[in-house]
Nanobody, 122 residues
Framework: QVHVVESGGGLVQAGGSLRLSCAAS????????MGWFRQAPGEERESVAI???????YYADSVKGRFTISRDNAKNTVYLQMNSLKPEDTAVYYC????????????????WGQGTQVTVSS
């Protein structure tokens, strides 16, 4: 069982930065693929970034070069560093965990957090 809790969201001006954190419980954290997803009002949920247990990463085209996903297995935490934020990055950001990277990529995650709001003003 893995329990995940996101933090670090907030209001930032366009061009600014935020770092989201996802703290996970459970001794098997290091064996899980971890993903960040987001959902804006009226929009479908989309993948933002995913990291495998071996630190292979995936990024959505819309965030490549601006966002960086990383993990610290000693702290059971995954991070999403978001730079050069744009108003279109405004959404609720969710952290999720899954045992199979390919499944996480398809949003088929075993555990989901409650989400944290990120608002980027123009």
């Amino acid at each position: 069982q893995v329990h995940v809790v996101e933090s670090g969201g907030g209001l930032v001006q366009a061009g600014g930065s935020l770092r989201l954190s996802c703290a996970a419980s459970g001794r098997t954290f290091s064996s899980y693929a971890m993903g960040w997803f987001r959902q804006a009002p009226g929009e479908e949920r989309e993948s933002v970034a995913i990291i495998s247990p071996y630190e292979y990463t995936y990024y959505a085209d819309s965030v490549k070069g601006r966002f960086t996903i990383s993990r610290d297995n000693a702290k059971n935490t995954v991070y999403l560093q978001m730079n050069s934020l744009k108003p279109e990055d405004t959404a609720v950001y969710y952290c999720a965990a899954g045992q199979i990277f390919a499944n996480v990529l398809q949003h088929k995650c075993d555990y989901w957090g409650q989400g944290t709001q990120v608002t980027v003003s123009s």
